[in-house]
Each structure stands twice: as structure tokens, then as C-alpha cells.
């Protein structure tokens, strides 16, 4: 199984990046609950067969959809012998929980947080999301909340992220009981960063009406484009009206193992709390969240219960309290930290700063190779490493989007689509270490070639199609780049 996965690696690129799944492939994996046992090597080749050729794809180089880290062979060494080791994490006396918490520490240096400061793996950005949020609740409301619920002052409460935010801080904001109403969206600014100035005319006019603004979840590389808010400007604004600062940083926050990068990260240091996902550019393997709270003793307040069953003890395996289940909802939990420890110990900052940056070179010269090709243009600015465009000859939403499925159906390359100002564009997301300048050639190629059979196929017109959803953001100013290769 091991060789087969090797030989999988290392052959990747002889493959389709992804491939639509055959009927009997999928008819295959709706059979009764198997009563008898099944020889080992037998169930392996049906994963082989069934389940290997048919994923997402995300460990080839040609994979720019969405927002997915490639991995590498060393986190798979490390899934398996965490799989063996089989430790559950939530707790208890044992030095899989001090790896973890070596993990915290050096995310604390990295993040420049302070000595008291907490951490936890949990699945992802979205849940490291929600953790942010429900300290920042302890903060503001204290842990009677916890009890009590939101009760009258809970009533007041309001949170502030950029309309480009992720749609896992509103969903943060229904799960914790506020509802989504209770979010207000900024507008965005040319760069598609939170407009400052707007966020503070809407803070004035918010507390003027009676409101207790109390969070801020700023965005460090947003998931359309890559912009990074104005974290220093945020922490100032926060500190100044006493605010909660969380900063969403799943695509971006890791940019500071890279040294043209975390400049542009100023201000993260100054944040109550930073989400952020090892399983995207950090390229361990899936899943790989984190969240890092500047106050672990209140982290701990909005999470730690009292359970007979749970009492910590001085000696034997009920020792080493705080343990991770008190700083979230998960009581028994697997050893992320061993593939995100392998990954950082194996590589090293250095050459995993260098990786960082090295994907945003390859998105500049994409943006170099759309602008110098005249049936192609950029659609938004090109912050990190994210490239938003539009085929020209396509003049529609609905055009573009079939230019995205075909490039996905050819197994060449695998960009997604997003809106930037209400219109589709086709998103390359470069986060895989194992993209290199030929691959993004191949995607130019491939957009044209696809794109200039479905012109014709659509008599080069085409109309704008209700099929788009409308974006969730109110409509700014185009970015400067737009329309001019
Ligand atoms: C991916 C992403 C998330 C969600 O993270 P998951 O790990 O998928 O839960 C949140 N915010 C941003 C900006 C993201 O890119």
C-alpha cells in the first residue's frame, strides 16, 4: 500500500489532474453492509481502482481550484504512523500532547503572541473560526454567557468583516447563537482589502445607535484574490474601541515563514486570536486546522468543563492539565500535530518560506502571461497566490464558467471560478509546492484552446445567465489592473 502511494506521487503527473466518475465506479460503492470478511489485498485494489483515480486530485501540480494544499510524502509517513501510534489527543499525560503543544509554541514565536498565549489543532479554518468567535464571547459577555446564553447585553452585539471575508465567519456567527444578521459586511477597497474608512464611519454610526460592536475578523489573504486587510489599521481601530481582533488568515497567515511576505502581515502580532490552516500552504496533509488565542487563560474559560470523568489529577495519566479538549469542543481527537511537527522538522522554516513564495512568483508570472495575451485579462489585482481572469472571447458569465468545467473535464489543469464584482471569473489558486512555470503554461494553453472552441460553439456571443449567484457584497470600484493587459 505504501509502494503503491509512492509510485502514485511520484508518477502524478502522467495522470488527469481529475476525471468525472463512471457510473459503475460510483454504483459500486452503494453495496449492503458486507456480513463476511474480505482478504486485505482484495479491498485495497478496489481502492486502487475505485477511490485512487476518482479524487479531488489536489496533490497534482496542475490543481489551482478553490484553495487546497498539495501535501507530501513525509505527511503521509507521519498520517501512518500516527495511525499506528492510534493516540487520542483530547488529553491525559502523554508526549503526543507535548508535541502539540510544541506546535503551539512555535506558532507563538512565529506570530509574536505572548508566553500565555493557547493553541489548537481542530479540523479547520471554519471550526478555528468559531473557536475566535466564542472567546471573543467570553470577552465581551463573560463565561456567565456560557450558562445564561446571550441574554439582553448579547442583544447589542455586532461583528465586522469584510465583504470578502469567507463564509465561515458568518457561519461562526449563526453557530454561536448571534445569527448572521449580526454581521455587518464592510465594503471593499481597489485592492478588494476592507475599506478603513468605511468600517469606521459604520463603527460611529453603530455605536451612536446603541450597539456594542465588540469583534473584528480580519482577513490575511482573502479566498477569492489573496488580499490581506490592513491588519495594522484594524489592531488600532480594535484597541481603540476595545474590540476583539481575529484574524482569518486560512490562506495567508503562514506567509510569515516567508520574509517577502510577512512584512505585509504587520499587525497579526497585535491580534487576540489567528486562524489559520497547516493544510493549505503549510502542505500538511488534510486536515490540518489551528487557532491561536493571545489569552489562553480566557480560551480556556470558554472551553473547559467539569466532568467527574475528566477530573485532572497531580500524578499518573490524569496529570499535565490544561489539556487541548479545553481550548475546544472535541474531547477525543487524532495526532494532527505529528504531520504538521514531521512537515516543519523535516523541511524546516526556511525551505517552506521559500515554497510560500515561491507560489507567489508562479501566480506573478501568470498575471505576466494573461496580461501579455491579448484573448485574456485579469479580472481582480494579484495580491498573493491567487489569480482571478476572464477569457475575452467569452462574453458571459455562463461561457467562462464552461471554460473552467472543460479545463477541469480535460485533466490538464483544475482552476475553479468565483465572482469578483458580480461577474464569474476563472481562479487559479497556486498552492501546491509541486506547481512549477510549466504547469501555469499549460493552463494559459489550455484556456485558449478550450476557450476558443467554446466561442465558437456559442457563435462568440452569449448571454449573462441568472446561473451566477449574486456575490454577498455590494459593488465597489473595478481594481485598476481590469480590462487592460
Ligand atoms: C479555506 C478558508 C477557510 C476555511 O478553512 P477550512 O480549513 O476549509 O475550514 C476560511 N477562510 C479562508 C480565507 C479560507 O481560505
Redesign the pocket.
Known amino acids: 500500500m505504501l509502494d503503491d502511494l509512492f509510485d502514485y506521487l511520484e508518477h502524478i503527473r502522467e495522470r488527469p489532474v481529475w476525471q468525472p466518475i463512471p457510473h459503475e465506479v460510483r454504483a459500486a460503492f452503494d453495496e449492503p453492509l458486507p456480513q463476511r470478511a474480505t482478504e486485505l489485498a482484495v479491498v485495497h485494489e478496489a481502492f486502487m481502482h475505485k477511490v485512487l483515480p476518482y479524487a479531488v486530485g489536489n496533490a497534482h501540480p496542475g490543481f489551482m481550484g478553490?484553495?487546497h494544499g498539495g501535501g507530501t510524502a513525509v505527511g503521509m509517513l507521519a498520517e501512518m504512523v500516527a495511525g499506528g501510534l492510534n493516540a487520542n489527543v483530547g488529553g491525559r499525560d502523554q508526549m503526543p500532547v507535548e508535541v502539540e503543544r510544541q506546535i503551539v509554541r512555535w506558532m507563538r514565536d512565529l506570530f509574536g503572541f505572548p508566553e500565555g498565549a493557547s493553541g489548537v489543532f481542530v479540523?479547520?479554518?471554519?471550526?478555528?473560526?468559531l473557536i475566535g468567535l466564542l472567546v471573543a464571547r467570553t470577552s465581551v459577555l463573560g463565561e456567565g454567557a456560557r450558562k445564561e446564553g446571550l441574554g439582553s447585553e448579547g442583544q447589542r452585539l455586532l461583528a465586522y468583516a469584510s465583504a470578502g471575508?469567507?463564509?465561515?465567519?458568518a457561519q461562526a456567527l449563526d453557530l454561536c447563537g448571534l445569527g448572521t444578521d449580526r454581521l455587518r459586511l464592510v465594503p471593499l477597497n481597489e485592492r478588494l482589502e476592507m475599506d478603513i474608512g468605511a468600517l469606521r464611519q459604520r463603527l460611529a454610526a453603530d455605536w451612536a445607535a446603541g450597539y456594542r460592536p465588540f469583534f473584528i475578523a480580519a482577513?490575511?489573504?482573502?479566498?477569492d484574490v489573496g488580499a490581506i486587510d490592513d491588519l495594522g489599521a484594524l489592531a488600532d481601530i480594535a484597541r481603540a474601541q476595545g474590540l476583539w481582533l481575529h484574524v482569518?488568515?486560512?490562506?495567508?497567515a503562514l506567509g510569515m515563514l516567508a520574509p517577502d511576505i510577512a512584512p505585509r502581515l504587520t499587525g497579526i502580532e497585535r491580534a487576540d486570536s489567528i486562524?489559520f490552516?497547516f493544510?493549505?500552504w503549510g502542505q500538511v496533509p488534510y486536515?490540518a486546522?489551528f487557532v491561536l488565542v493571545r489569552d489562553g487563560e480566557l480560551h480556556g474559560r470558554t472551553f473547559a468543563a467539569q466532568a467527574a470523568y475528566l477530573r485532572r489529577d497531580a500524578r499518573g495519566l490524569a496529570g499535565g492539565s490544561p489539556w487541548p479538549c479545553d481550548f475546544g469542543p472535541d474531547l477525543s481527537r487524532g495526532f494532527r500535530a505529528l504531520k504538521a511537527w514531521f512537515t516543519i522538522k523535516t523541511y524546516g522554516a526556511q525551505q517552506l518560506g521559500a515554497m510560500i513564495s515561491g507560489t507567489c512568483e508562479l501566480a506573478q508570472y501568470l498575471k505576466r502571461r494573461i496580461e501579455a495575451t491579448p484573448q485574456l485579462e485579469l479580472a481582480a489585482p494579484v495580491s498573493l497566490n491567487i489569480v482571478c481572469f476572464r477569457h475575452r472571447g467569452a462574453h458571459s458569465d455562463v461561457l467562462n464558467a464552461e471554460i473552467a468545467a472543460e479545463l477541469q473535464e480535460s485533466g490538464i489543469c483544475a482552476p475553479s471560478t468565483t465572482a469578483i464584482h458580480g461577474r464569474l471569473a476563472i481562479r487559479a489558486a497556486i498552492v501546491n509546492h509541486r506547481t512549477t512555470m510549466d504547469d501555469i503554461d499549460a493552463l494559459v494553453a489550455a484556456t485558449l484552446k478550450v476557450g476558443a472552441g467554446v466561442g465558437r460553439k456559442h457563435g462568440g456571443r452569449g448571454n449573462i445567465s441568472a446561473a451566477v449567484p449574486e456575490p454577498a457584497w455590494r459593488p465597489c470600484p473595478e481594481p485598476p489592473s481590469r480590462g487592460k493587459p
Open positions: 478553490w484553495v479540523t479547520g479554518t471554519s471550526m478555528a473560526n471575508s469567507h463564509a465561515s465567519i482577513t490575511a489573504g482573502s479566498v482569518d488568515g486560512a490562506c495567508g486562524a490552516d493544510h493549505k486536515d486546522g
